[in-house]
């Protein structure tokens, strides 16, 4: 069974700063997706990014960006020049490809990230 | 991408008695599913739902707890069932397409008091 580990409960940041949330993975699988979720206080699930794993390139997504290695099963995220509306729970996920395989989302424990003014 | 309309967005409930969530999706989807979110904690499946067939149970939740209905491709239910307060959490319904990212409703709040 797959599993995602976020090791990081809580982060912080100054506003207009840079921040990376870590991520890692286990699968047997070669061929999958990872994402990222953020969840505000409203609790919306909100998409902010997503990986094929088969993509070497690393996907950007305005200020936000990946960082995977899919040898050492790591994707973390990056957030460049932080704003105020950034403060959420943020998730890594992951989610078979593999033909016959469900394609359902596993999620890690998330990461509290705080903005500071 | 999808639209996901969820109702009720909270409600207090009883000890014993049962509630039924919907989830309404503004296109035709290949996938829904329901998750669980206690309180400060992660998402949880609880089940895939199958359009025209039982739905998929993850390990530790059960159908006559969890009775879930896909009557069709735009449209799910998931039934709380004898509920505790235990069962007090938020429920998500997510919904997409083979190969696309899954989307999310608001979610539903439920307190059992």
């Known amino acids: 069974a797959q599993t995602v580990t976020q090791s990081q409960p809580e982060m912080s940041v100054q506003e207009a700063e840079t921040v990376t949330l870590s991520c890692t993975y286990d699968?047997?699988?070669?061929?999958?997706?990872l994402f990222w979720y953020k969840q505000p206080p409203s609790r919306q699930m909100i998409l902010v990014i997503r990986?094929?794993?088969?993509?070497?390139q690393n996907a950007t997504e305005n200020r936000f960006s990946v960082n995977f290695q899919k040898a050492a099963k790591s994707f973390s995220l990056k957030i460049s020049d932080s704003q105020l509306g950034d403060a959420a729970m943020y998730f890594c996920?992951?989610?078979?490809?593999?033909?016959?395989?469900?394609?359902?989302?596993?999620f890690g424990k998330g990461t509290k990230l705080t903005v500071n003014p | 991408s999808a639209v996901i309309s969820q109702k009720p967005s909270r409600d207090i409930c009883q000890r014993g008695t049962s509630l039924t969530i919907q989830c309404q999706v503004d296109?035709?989807?290949?996938?829904m599913f329901w998750y669980r979110q206690q309180p400060g904690q992660s998402l949880t499946l609880i089940a895939t739902?199958?359009?025209?067939?039982?739905?998929?149970?993850e390990s530790g939740f059960v159908i006559d707890k969890f009775p879930i209905s896909r009557p069709n491709l735009t449209f799910s239910t998931l039934t709380v069932s004898n509920m505790s307060p235990e069962d007090s959490s938020i429920y998500l319904c997510?919904?997409?397409?083979?190969?696309?990212?899954?989307?999310f409703g608001n979610g539903t709040r439920l307190t059992v008091t």
């Open positions: 997510s919904a997409g397409q083979l190969g696309s990212p899954l989307h």
């Open positions: 699968t047997s699988e070669s061929d999958y997706y």
């Open positions: 990986q094929e794993a088969y993509k070497q």
């Open positions: 996920a992951y989610r078979s490809r593999a033909q016959g395989g469900s394609e359902k989302l596993v």
């Open positions: 296109s035709q989807v290949t996938m």
């Open positions: 739902a199958n359009q025209g067939s039982e739905a998929t149970y």
